[in-house]
């Protein structure tokens, strides 16, 4: 059997929440990814990833007609799986399965409107009007009405569950590999020249949504010379940031994309791992992965109340008010304070993610879900 991933940008993060289901599938089926790319590449973090991706020329309309047209008739799979609620991923999967008879399984993994809506009236008007970008506003607005033509559902947290309902499959990860015992956490700490450094990391690019900014003005506010803030997979924008904020730059080593498969490697070195989200309608409908990164790996991981994040973590973390870089400063230094507590709440975190959190759950889910549509087929 054959199954078809669709992602709405090759080229961005949304390659992460469509190679996790691939990787979750490779074992038992024939897998293969497809979508546009804006930039014309694979995103960085998964590039070289052992599953076979096909790439298509992201265009604006009405010169992406000819895109959608070359996809279509190049799928040929059993099941498709459209990850999120975009156009360029559900809206094609639809169009094949309404032509071929091909069943669709709707992922979605964040709210796709709550990136657009974050802007003020004025910024929500402009990008309602963009009707050139295939995955714009107007139509990924229009997604939302689709979603009962899908055959089956699933979704990333209770927000989205709520909203669309559909059974309910956090991000995932092979424990096996995220596992601190096979890491040399001080040898890390020395290739990255922070040997003696007590470790504050935080994964991805900087966002305002994500607390990037409280994150910096919380290191600030740190006296202690010996701790570092140490941005993984930070894009060209950490910099500005940096100027704008007029931080201490001494304090922070920021690291450009890295392959998905070296992020152990990296996060084995941190002491604390910091997800200080913002609430906004861009955090509300998602809950990040690197949460449950941090968890595999036995991070003490301080994060805020949002979304399923509590629920999620199950007491064993450090919850903080959004937007108060006061209290997360003061939680950085109460953790390097006892770091015994930290120590267990993390280990506690790790054993959460194996019974709960672990690849073979959304294995098992996909897979139920994929054969119970084959058999009514």
Same mark, same amino acid.
């Given at each position: ?30 897998? @293969? ?17 052992? =599953? ?12 992406? =007609? ?14 498709? =799986? ?55 506003? !107007? ?14 559902? =699933? ?32 040898? *890390? ?105 941090? *968890? ?13 994040? !509590? ?10 008010? !959004? ?39 959304? #294995?098992?889910?996909?897979?139920? #879900?994929? @054969? ?6």
């Amino acid at each position: 059997m054959k199954i078809c991933i669709l992602c709405f940008d090759l080229s961005n993060n949304s390659l992460g929440r469509a190679g996790l289901l691939a990787m979750a599938l490779t074992s038992r089926y024939k897998v @293969e990814i497809i979508g546009p790319s804006r930039s014309g590449d694979i995103w960085f973090p998964m590039k070289d990833m052992d =599953i076979p991706i096909r790439s298509y020329p992201w265009k604006r309309y009405p010169f992406f =007609i000819s895109t959608i047209r070359k996809m279509i008739k190049d799928i040929d799979a059993d099941i498709l =799986i459209a990850c999120k609620l975009r156009p360029t991923s559900f809206g094609i999967a639809l169009i094949k399965k309404w032509v071929s008879n091909i069943p669709v399984i709707l992922d979605i993994d964040d709210w796709e409107l709550g990136f657009f809506y974050h802007t003020g009236f004025w910024g929500k008007v402009g990008r309602f009007l963009n009707f050139s970008n295939p995955s714009g506003l !107007p139509y990924t607005w229009f997604m939302e009405y689709f979603t009962g033509y899908a055959d089956s559902t =699933i979704v990333s947290n209770r927000f989205l569950k709520n909203k669309f309902s559909g059974s309910l499959i956090y991000h995932c990860r092979d424990t096996s590999k995220l596992n601190p015992e096979n890491f040399d956490a001080d040898s *890390m700490k020395a290739k990255l020249g922070l040997e003696g450094k007590r470790v504050v990391m935080f994964l991805g690019t900087p966002r305002p949504h994500k607390g990037t900014e409280e994150l910096f003005t919380a290191m600030e506010k740190i006296s202690d010379p010996d701790i570092r803030l140490v941005l993984v997979g930070a894009g060209s924008s950490v910099q500005r940031y940096m100027d704008n904020m007029k931080i201490n730059q001494d304090k922070v080593i920021a690291i450009p994309k890295i392959p998905f498969n070296e992020l152990p490697d990296y996060l084995s070195a941190a002491d604390i791992l910091a997800i200080p989200q913002r609430d906004t309608t861009d955090t509300q409908g998602q809950i990040p992965a690197k949460l449950f990164d941090g *968890m595999a790996m036995a991070k003490p991981i301080i994060t805020t109340p949002i979304s399923d994040i !509590p629920e999620v973590l199950g007491g064993h973390g450090y919850l903080i008010e !959004p937007g108060n870089p006061e209290q997360l400063a003061k939680t950085i230094k109460n953790i390097f304070a006892n770091p015994e507590e930290a120590r267990l709440k993390g280990q506690n975190a790790r054993k959460r993610c194996q019974e709960l959190y672990d690849l073979k759950v959304i #294995k098992k889910e996909l897979i139920s #879900k994929i @054969e119970k549509l084959t058999t009514t087929q």
